[in-house]
Nanobody, 126 residues
């Protein structure tokens, strides 16, 4: 079983930047993990934001050009650099992970991930 711990959430102003970090620990076995981020606002379903599947990066269209995902596979770390933040980016951001997935897996679905962090709050004021 693996655990995820996020950090970096904060209250910022529109236009500011923020970097979220996530560390994976626990019994990873012989697997490398795809790691990424979802976000959720009250009353809405969790929304896919970005994922790093070894060297492949996928980012939701609504944040392309503003958010960048990066990571260190050897350290089981993933980062989400968020620039030009907008009030609509306000949400709880969850780190997710699952053993590296092959083509055909829908990385945008929450059910594709086997591990979730507790979440970190990002609030963007206007």
């Amino acid at each position: 079983q693996v655990q995820l711990e996020e950090s970096g959430g904060a209250l910022v102003q529109a236009g500011d930047s923020l970097r979220l970090s996530c560390a994976l620990s626990g019994r990873t076995g012989a697997y490398y993990y795809a790691m990424g981020w979802f976000r959720q606002t009250p009353g809405k379903e969790r929304e896919f934001v970005a994922v790093l599947n070894w060297n492949d990066r996928y980012v939701v269209d609504s944040v392309k050009g503003r958010f960048t995902i990066s990571g260190d596979n050897s350290k089981n770390m993933v980062y989400l650099q968020m620039n030009s933040l907008k009030p609509e980016d306000t949400a709880v951001y969850y780190c997710v992970a699952t053993p590296l997935f092959s083509s055909g897996v829908d990385y945008r679905r929450a059910t594709s991930y086997s591990a979730w962090g507790q979440g970190t709050q990002v609030t963007v004021s206007s």
